[in-house]
């Protein structure tokens, strides 16, 4: 694989039915964990990975996203005036001078594979990454994306983020069979959406990041909807497979899926007793809460 990774894709055109009635008008990226919406935790991560141009796929509902990556000139002028300079650094850096945002709609929610397509005419043809923003993956060291995107150039090959999933769980992940595990990484030989776990080659769970080649996009042009109806972007990397070396990658860090409700409350909390000014509160909150009633 040659060429710098500088292409983030972000598909957010999901229906995020799992959050309603929320998501009736918010979307669930904008849905915070402490103070921060989730798509800004993916979008830092992308930029930490050396990506410069972003690729928003939404729809016609989420205009909270393209908003907030905006000036928002009333608010910042407010603040200005009240000479609130942190406040204003903070909201003027959501997204740093020298990184672009770009952004697709995905008219119909047709699938992950869909959405991924839709941002080829701005990807072209050169590697890039995806990152789904309700995986949020908590590291101290180097984001899951730089992880990625390091092994990605080492070892000549497309990565797809894996972690180890209890047998019960394969039907809620795209499972991967892998061949030659060594540290990290192993081979991909094969990979199959939601399977039962009597029919699960493994319990490695592919998660929200992925470094892809630009191949995959002749390949989803041809991809049947398959699981859910959906056209899958497990079934097109499937079809990769039979061409090029595909790598699965443990990634160092804790991830977090807050595109459930436990999910999003667990994140919540790890965050929270990270932040030096909330820790203790939260720990003491925690403390009362679990304190027999009475
Ligand atoms: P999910 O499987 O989490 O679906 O999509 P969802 O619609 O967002 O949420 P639920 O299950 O109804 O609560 C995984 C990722 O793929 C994107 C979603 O936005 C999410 O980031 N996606 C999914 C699209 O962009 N388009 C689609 O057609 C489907």
Redesign the pocket.
């Known amino acids: 694989m040659s060429g710098r990774v500088r292409c983030a894709v972000?598909?957010?055109?999901?229906?995020?039915?799992?959050?309603?009635p929320a998501?009736k008008t918010v979307?669930?990226?904008m849905l915070p964990v402490v103070d921060r919406p989730l798509i800004q935790y993916a979008v830092d991560e992308a930029i930490e990975a050396g990506c410069d141009t972003l690729v928003f796929?939404?729809?016609r509902y989420k205009h909270a996203v393209a908003d907030y990556f905006d000036k928002a000139y009333e608010l910042e002028q407010k603040l200005e005036r009240a000479g609130k300079s942190e406040l204003l650094a903070m909201i003027r850096d959501v997204l740093p001078r020298q990184v672009r945002a770009v952004f697709v709609t995905?008219a119909?929610?047709?699938?992950?594979g869909?959405?991924?397509l839709?941002a080829r005419p701005v990807v072209g043809d050169q590697p890039f990454a995806v990152l789904?923003?309700?995986?949020l993956i908590w590291n101290r060291g180097p984001g899951a994306t730089r992880q990625l995107v390091e092994l990605a150039a080492r070892e000549q090959a497309s990565v797809v983020a894996v972690q180890d999933v209890p047998i019960e769980q394969t039907r809620s992940y795209g499972i991967v069979a892998t061949r030659d595990f060594t540290g990290r990484h192993g081979e991909i030989r094969g990979i199959v959406e939601k399977p039962r776990p009597e029919e699960a080659p493994s319990t490695l769970a592919v998660v929200?990041r992925y470094v892809l080649q630009p191949r995959i996009f002749g390949l989803l042009e041809s991809t049947k909807p398959g699981a859910g109806g959906?056209?899958q972007l497990t079934d097109a990397i499937a079809a990769l497979l039979a061409e090029q070396r595909i790598l699965a990658y443990r990634f160092e860090g804790r991830r977090f899926d807050c595109?459930?409700r436990i999910g999003l409350i667990e994140a919540t909390l790890q965050y929270a007793l990270d932040d030096e000014s909330l820790a203790g509160p939260t720990r003491e909150l925690m403390r009362q809460a679990l304190r027999p009633a009475g």
């Open positions: 972000f598909p957010v055109a999901g229906l995020g039915t799992r959050f309603l998501t979307p669930k990226e796929v939404t729809n995905q119909e929610a047709l699938g992950l869909h959405a991924v839709c789904l923003p309700d995986d929200g959906e056209i595109g459930s």
